[in-house]
Structures are given as structure tokens and as C-alpha cells.
């Protein structure tokens, strides 16, 4: 029922074939049609065919204005990113590109299985790369805090890594059931000792976020790799879930 994926840049575009505008006006923008590029359109259809209720897309390359567009799209198909905030406004549950377009959270969900509660003050704890919600199932009731997370990569600069995993960490201190998806850009020690490759500072900090004596998560990842490049596999997306919710 969860999906976490890299989707390294997806669009919106203009019906008439154009890049997205910048609409200024919320009904200006329900005048819109859109069509999505086809990567776009393969992940929608993906979490559509296997009835995924929550997905965590990171790396989107998406400004403000293409997420509320993705929105609207979105909303035609049963399916949606923003919820409502005040009377009228719609508020995408995400976090945007940064100026040079890379980064960007959004989180999807199917909003007939699933309640959402996100202010976008307390909900976005890192711009470009971490965005909180409270997701709750209606079926089962199953209520918990959502963290999609867009980890700086794992040969950037020291000051950066530190500052994410910090507000990562800071993030889950005082709530009960959490899980939080994404492309963490960081390797468990199990996985790195099976392929002979060194810990840096983001591996460094994956672990002892998980070795902690206090830690309440369980890393559910499975045995394969979620990246490769050229001959080097990989593995830097994991789910990692409050253990009271993995069991």
C-alpha cells in the first residue's frame, strides 16, 4: 500500500503541448488542461494498477505552480497531493525544486482510503528535501507520521549532510508510529559490508539512527539493490517504519 520512488525529474505539461505556466489565480487554474510527460504518466498509472493508497515522490524537479497543476491532473484520476487549508485553499503536501530545479518532495495519496492532516508551517522540515504529514488509513484506522525524505548525496559536504539528518532525527523525536520513505542516499553497514565498500558521514548517520538503543525502527528494504550505476549496485531508498507498526 506504500510506495517511495526517485523519479529524477517528472512534469506537467499544457495541453496544448506548452511547459507549465504560471498561473496566478486558483481559477484560472482549474481552466487548465494537462497532460503529464510519460514518465510522469507510467508512475501514475503504477500506483494506480497496484491500488498504492500513499506514495512519496522525491527528486521532482517540480516548481510550486507544476505541483498544484500535478494536483489537478491528479484529481481527475482519483488521486491527489494537496489537501484543503483555511476555506479554499489547497495546499500541496510537498516540498518544491530548488533554484537549479534538482530536489523536491511530493506525496501522493488515493484520498478515498486515506485522511491527510499537514500545515505547511509544521510540515515542511527541510525545503527541497523533507516534508512531514499525518496519514491516517480509514479502513483499519492505522494512524501515523509520514516522512518523505530526499537525503543529500552520499559524497556531498559534511555541513550539509549533518544539518538533513539532524532535522531528519529532530523530526521523529516526539511521535508515535512513523515511517518515512524516500531516497535516503545512505547505506546500512550490513549492506556495505557485503559489498566491500567504505561508510560515509550519510552511511555514519543511517546507522546510528537505526542502532540506537532507543531507535523504534525497523529498516524494510529488501535484498536488492535500488540503484546502480554502471557496475556498482546500490542501496540508498529504504522505508524505514516504527517497529509497533512493522510487526
Not at 484543503?84 to 503536501?93: A, F, H, K, R, Y
Not at 516540498?95 to 523536491?104: S, V, Y
Not at 528535501?129 to 483499519?140: G, P
Amino acid at each position: 500500500g506504500l510506495l517511495a520512488h526517485n523519479v529524477a525529474g517528472i512534469h506537467v505539461f499544457l495541453r496544448n503541448g506548452g511547459m507549465v505556466a504560471d498561473p496566478r489565480q486558483d481559477n484560472e487554474i482549474k481552466l487548465i488542461e494537462t497532460r503529464l510527460c510519460d514518465k510522469a504518466e507510467r508512475i501514475v498509472q503504477v500506483i494506480l494498477d497496484a491500488r498504492i493508497r500513499v506514495a512519496i515522490l522525491v527528486d521532482t524537479h517540480m516548481s510550486t505552480e507544476e505541483m498544484r497543476l500535478f494536483n489537478l491532473h491528479l484529481s481527475t484520476r482519483g488521486l491527489t497531493c494537496a489537501v484543503q487549508e483555511g476555506d479554499t485553499e489547497l495546499v500541496c503536501v510537498g516540498t518544491p525544486r530548488e533554484g537549479g530545479g534538482q530536489g523536491g518532495v511530493l506525496i501522493v495519496w488515493d484520498p478515498a482510503q486515506v485522511l491527510v492532516r499537514f500545515h505547511a508551517q509544521q510540515g515542511v522540515i527541510m525545503h527541497h528535501r523533507i516534508v512531514k504529514a499525518q496519514m491516517t488509513f480509514l479502513k483499519d484506522g492505522t494512524s501515523f507520521a509520514l516522512l518523505g525524505a530526499y537525503m543529500p548525496v552520499r559524497a556531498g559536504a559534511d555541513e550539509e549532510v549533518v544539518v538533513a539528518w539532524d532535522l531528519l532525527e529532530e523530526a521523529v523525536v516526539h511521535d508515535g508510529n512513523v515511517c518515512i520513505g524516500g531516497d535516503l542516499n545512505a547505506e546500512t553497514g550490513g549492506w556495505l559490508t557485503g559489498t566491500g565498500r567504505r561508510a560515509t558521514l550519510a552511511d555514519s548517520r543511517l546507522d546510528r539512527f537505526l542502532e540506537d538503543d532507543e531507535s523504534p525502527f525497523s529498516v524494510l528494504t529488501g535484498p536488492e539493490p535500488t540503484y546502480r550505476v554502471d557496475t556498482v549496485a546500490t542501496q540508498i531508498d529504504h522505508w524505514l517504519v516504527s517497529r509497533s507498526l512493522a510487526g
